[in-house]
């Protein structure tokens, strides 16, 4: 075997990001610590990739040495980053379920304002996906039954903080409660 020849890795993904339409950062996930190892650098690569795929019509390019595959929707635009020999068909298939994942949980809402609302279920699906850079799943319907989220749910209403706090109270009253007990037993005995 030459000594030049690659070795096949887990480690395909290097990069995932979504921009709004103006290629401004709303989610980036990094995993080679080498690549763009500052937060400038990583930004002046996304604002490249950006130019040059927000007027093309094409699903992958290739820039500074590295594999892109991208897709747009209303106001946004997602990107998978692999190295140049990486296989254009596995990014796809994570780009795919990063989009399809989204595309259910967002209730075929997939835009800038809906997406920043649920950003929690969002790290969530990206995190189901790919792992360090190694991919852990590519089928949407097990992404979203992983992550079993729900963007109907919205943890933070008046309702929800008032019924969790009366079962937090709930909680500590009867903990309280058995405290004195226990102490009053001890005191008896």
């Given at each position: 075997?030459?000594?030049?020849?690659?070795?096949?890795?887990?480690?395909?993904?290097?990069?995932?990001?979504?921009?709004?339409?103006?290629?401004?950062?709303?989610?980036?996930?990094?995993?080679?610590?080498?690549?763009?190892?500052?937060?400038?650098?990583?930004?002046?690569?996304?604002?490249?990739?950006?130019?040059?795929?927000h007027k093309a019509d094409n699903e992958i390019t290739f820039l500074e040495g590295m594999t892109i595959v991208y897709k747009s929707?209303?106001?946004?635009?997602f990107y998978v980053v692999?190295?140049?020999?990486?296989n254009e068909l596995m990014l796809m298939a994570v780009l795919n379920c990063l989009f399809e994942s989204l595309n259910q949980i967002l209730r075929k809402n997939v835009e800038r304002r809906c997406l920043l609302d649920n950003m929690d279920g969002v790290f969530l699906?990206?995190?189901?996906?790919?792992?360090?850079?190694?991919i852990l799943e590519s089928d949407p319907q097990q992404v979203v039954e992983k992550v079993n989220y729900k963007a109907d749910d919205n943890p933070l209403s008046e309702q929800s903080v008032a019924q969790h706090i009366t079962e937090k109270l709930?909680?500590?009253?009867?903990?309280?409660?058995?405290?004195?007990?226990?102490?009053?037993?001890?005191?008896?005995?």
């Open positions: 075997m030459e000594s030049g020849a690659l070795q096949p890795s887990l480690y395909t993904v290097k990069a995932i990001f979504i921009l709004d339409n103006d290629g401004n950062r709303l989610l980036s996930k990094y995993y080679d610590p080498e690549l763009y190892p500052s937060m400038k650098e990583q930004k002046n690569f996304e604002k490249n990739v950006f130019n040059k795929t929707s209303i106001d946004l635009f692999g190295s140049a020999q990486e699906v990206v995190d189901e996906i790919v792992d360090g850079g190694v709930a909680l500590t009253t009867n903990v309280l409660q058995s405290a004195k007990e226990q102490i009053k037993w001890s005191i008896l005995k």
